[in-house]
């Protein structure tokens, strides 16, 4: 057989593998399938020992000997397998396919943590250049010194140096301290989450926020996630940062209130009410005055109403004088500012006497400041 034509044997295995490869392919040639077998068998425990000596070489990099020792003999199995005697040394095919063998072991079986193979590449490279660069500089490299060396990025150079510690991860069941109550390392990590406490609220508060009409959504929206302020809110809006203040706080009450109910209040706001408008203006005449009674806020939504509400009581005159009674105003914003001025010039073509009466503290200072003062009757 194979060990008879072999060179000589010693205890670490033959010395001359190749002599042994090319009888074993010259043999196998014309040998049927089960002397093919039995050569086969016969090769590989003759080449045990070498596969042994190159697993050895990887010893010390945290996988057991025995392990890389059976991911050697199966890359000798492969590399008798595929042997062909036409392109050269069986030795040097049997070391090149046994250490490429235990090196892809170790790349993609070791490691604990998945880590994409350029990066597992890099860190070993890593690893050789910071050994060869602490023994030249006698202290530890810096990573620009790595990249400088290795002519990477220093970024790659970081990135490989935090992926190895998923070569072996701690274990989260690994004990700490001494004595046999000693806690786990899992035991260490970790907080109570105060948040999940919060997930019914969360989800109530999401609830209730639909039932809301869509412009108090977008103020909510706007003042709690955009972190806007009342006042960037109400331009964009074409309000009054008091209009907008009012507007919040009273959707923040509905919403408080239908926190702590089971059943949701209904919502009390301008679009639920039962007439049409939010706005009413309503004209009358008193002797030789015509009076016009404006109840509601004077928004942007609701000045075009106003300014409708107004004509009509300037035509209603004729030549008589015009009131506009504004007790019922607790809000006026630049838009309804615009429709007094444009009902007084009116009036001033028409030559119809036109002032302003009852105006609320609030509404009396934004006249005040707009020059409109002046119509206000004492």
């Known amino acids: 057989m194979l060990g008879r034509m072999a060179t000589p044997v010693t205890d670490d295995g033959l010395e001359d593998l190749d002599a042994v490869a090319l009888a074993y392919a010259e043999r196998t040639a014309m040998a049927g399938p089960a002397e093919r077998a039995a050569l086969r068998d016969t090769l590989t425990r003759l080449c045990l020992p070498f596969a042994g000596r190159l697993a050895r070489r990887y010893r010390g990099r945290g996988e057991t000997f025995e392990d890389i020792e059976q991911v050697a003999r199966l890359g000798l199995v492969k590399a008798i397998d595929r042997y062909d005697p036409e392109r050269g040394s069986f030795t040097a095919y049997a070391v090149i396919t046994i250490s490429g063998e235990i090196k892809r072991h170790f790349r993609d079986k070791t490691w604990g943590v998945h880590v994409p193979r350029r990066v597992q590449d890099l860190s070993l490279e890593v690893g050789h250049a910071t050994m060869a660069l602490t023994t030249a500089l006698s202290r530890t490299p810096t990573a620009a010194e790595i990249a400088a060396r290795l002519n990477v990025p220093v970024a790659a150079v ?221």
């Open 158 to 378: 970081l990135e490989a140096q935090e992926s190895s510690a998923g070569y072996s991860p701690s274990s989260l069941n690994a004990p700490v301290g001494g004595g046999d109550g000693a806690a786990e390392f899992g035991d260490l990590l970790g907080d109570f989450d105060g948040d999940l406490e919060l997930v019914d609220d969360k989800v109530t508060v999401a609830d209730l926020l639909m039932r809301l009409p869509a412009r108090e959504r977008r103020m909510l929206a706007m003042r709690f996630y955009g972190n806007r302020t009342q006042a960037e809110i109400a331009a964009e809006l074409g309000i009054s940062q008091m209009h907008v203040s009012r507007l919040l706080s009273r959707a923040l009450a509905w919403l408080r209130e239908a926190m702590l109910s089971d059943t949701p209040p209904r919502w009390e706001g301008a679009e639920s009410r039962s007439e049409r408008h939010p706005l009413q203006v309503e004209a009358v005449r008193e002797g030789s005055l015509v009076i016009a009674r404006v109840r509601g806020e004077v928004d942007r939504d609701t000045a075009e109403r106003m300014r409708l509400g107004l004509r009509h009581a300037i035509a209603l005159a004729g030549r008589d004088r015009v009131v506009i009674d504004l007790s019922g105003v607790p809000l006026l914003d630049a838009a309804g500012i615009a429709v007094l001025v444009d009902a007084a010039s009116a009036a001033a073509v028409a030559e119809i006497p036109f002032s302003l009466t009852g105006a609320q503290p609030y509404v009396a200072s934004i006249l005040s400041v707009t020059g409109l003062a002046r119509l206000l009757e004492g």
